[in-house]
């Protein structure tokens, strides 16, 4: 069964950082794009960072572009997020994400795990 447990999160002041990771399981690690996304209460769930299954290509959105950093070590099967210069806006709870080749031909699994919760307050 595919497994993503993040971990990390907690409360920070703003600017300060913070290491999230997600530890994958029941799936070859190293073949698939991974990515971080982040869900604040009442608004909908939003992309921040991807990376290639290599780890030399990474994609980040405009909010968090120059402040945050995603990385893996697939020796260990493990995504990182590397968070700085903290805003009250990236307030969430943060989630790595991958997605799989359905059971049906031309279809895919989406997979989530369950959530690290990041606050930035003063």
């Known amino acids: 069964q595919v497994q993503l447990v993040e971990s990390g999160g907690g409360l920070v002041q703003p600017g300060g950082s913070l290491t999230l990771s997600c530890v994958a399981s029941g799936f070859t690690f190293d073949n698939y794009l991974m990515s971080w996304y982040r869900q604040a209460p009442g608004k909908e769930r939003e992309f921040i960072a991807s990376i290639i299954s290599t780890g030399g290509i990474m994609d980040y959105a405009d909010s968090v572009k120059g402040r945050f950093t995603i990385s893996r070590d697939n020796a260990k099967n493990t995504l990182y997020l590397q968070m700085d210069s903290l805003k009250s806006e990236d307030t969430a709870v943060y989630y790595c994400?991958?997605?799989?080749?359905?059971?049906?031909?031309?279809?895919?699994?989406?997979?989530w795990g369950q959530g690290t919760q990041v606050s930035v307050s003063s």
């Open positions: 994400n991958v997605v799989l080749e359905g059971k049906v031909a031309d279809t895919a699994d989406i997979y």
